[in-house]
């Protein structure tokens, strides 16, 4: 297949063109400038427009990597993240829509769409009440999404992410105790202690996408990609310290941080339906992590 990952600088789209690289034929798209890879399209990082990089070749799947992945800076900087999650998205499927509807269409949504949920574990049939920017846009990009689907019949299929990790994240939870511990042995985290999360490893997120392009009927699909674990907060902190720093101890401030759900689990039986098993544990990925930091960092 000839696959088009966009956004192919970043954290899980450099994992996906590494995985995907072995068995397909692969462009990468991104922001970044670069001279010496072959198959490369860049976009302007301030006004993107994907025409020329759908001209140029006609692609089975196109994986939507791109996007701005972080809470509090929706919260500062709206109209930016509004741009990288939103508006790109349109962009991207216009011009799919002009010059190559064939393309199956892969967009990484996150599972803010659906914020503080009701009940535990979280369906794809639960109600979409984001509570931030960053949940609220990309909400919109999968009603555009299935706008594209419903108007022009293109190939669509929605990712609700929930916490991925591994080796290349330099940003939320495990890059902020990274940072914190660096300095530190007394850390203190937003939050009241009884807030959890479900984590997948980057390399079980690059494996779920495979089997989403093999299986997934693209008729605006929505799927749940995580494990289907509840992790509590403390017990991934004590678990990521183990192997960067067991003397650290740990508190909590008693309060959230604005935007940010208090409990997640993913319902994943339409992942699983389609072959999905986890082979890193968050043990076993946070142990690989921390050697990467030591190793990069």
Same mark, same amino acid.
């Given at each position: ?16 063109t590494d995985?995907?690289?072995?068995n397909?034929?692969v462009?990468q ?6 001279y010496t890879?072959s198959?490369?399209?860049q976009v302007?990082?301030?006004? &993107?427009?994907?025409?020329? !990089?759908?001209?140029l070749?006609?692609? *089975?799947?196109c994986?939507n990597? #791109?996007g701005a992945?972080? /809470?509090?800076?929706?919260i500062?900087n709206?109209?930016?993240?509004f ?5 790109n ?7 799919i829509r002009?010059?190559n509807s064939?393309c199956?269409?892969i967009?990484?949504s996150s599972a803010a ?6 009940y535990l574990?979280?369906?794809n049939m639960h109600?979409?009440?984001?509570i ?10 999968e009603d555009?999404?299935g ?5 022009y019949n293109?190939k669509t299929?929605?990712?609700?992410i929930f916490? &991925?990790?591994?080796e290349? !994240?330099?940003?939320?939870l495990?890059? *902020?105790?990274?940072k914190?511990g #660096?300095?530190e042995?007394k /850390?203190?985290l937003f939050g009241?202690?009884k ?9 079980d997120?690059v494996?779920a996408?495979?089997?989403v392009?093999e299986?997934a009927s ?8 995580s494990?289907?674990n509840?992790v509590?907060?403390?017990d991934a902190v004590?678990?990521?310290?183990k192997?960067?720093?067991?003397e ?14 208090n409990n997640?689990?993913a319902d ?5 339906s389609?072959?999905?098993?986890t ?6 990925g946070?142990n ?6 030591r190793?990069?960092?």
């Open positions: 297949m000839k696959i088009v990952i966009i956004g192919s600088k970043g954290f899980i789209g450099s994992h996906a995985f995907f690289s072995k397909h034929q462009w798209s991104d922001v970044v400038v670069d890879t198959n490369y399209y302007d990082a301030t006004n &993107a427009d994907y025409s020329e !990089l759908f001209q070749q006609k692609f *089975d799947v994986i990597c #791109s992945a972080s /809470v509090p800076d929706s500062k709206p109209q930016r993240d741009v990288l999650n939103t508006v998205v349109f962009k991207q499927l216009d011009a002009k010059y064939d199956k269409y967009n990484l769409v659906y914020g503080n949920p009701n574990p979280i369906d109600p979409l009440q984001p931030s920017p960053y949940g609220k846009h990309k909400k919109m990009a555009i999404c706008s594209f689907y419903e108007n293109l299929c929605n990712l609700r916490s &991925a990790y591994g290349g !994240l330099k940003k939320q495990f890059w *902020d105790l990274y914190k #660096s300095n042995n /850390v203190k009241t202690g807030e959890s999360r479900d984590f997948i490893h980057v390399k997120l494996k996408i495979d089997l392009i299986k693209f008729l605006n699909d929505t799927i749940n990609v494990n289907g509840e509590l907060i403390p004590s678990l990521f310290y192997y960067f720093k067991p650290i101890s740990i508190s909590f401030k008693g309060e959230a941080r604005e935007g940010d759900p997640w689990v994943i039986s339409k992942l699983k389609f072959g999905y098993k082979t890193i544990d968050l043990e076993t946070l690989s992590y921390v050697q990467w930091l190793e990069n960092e």
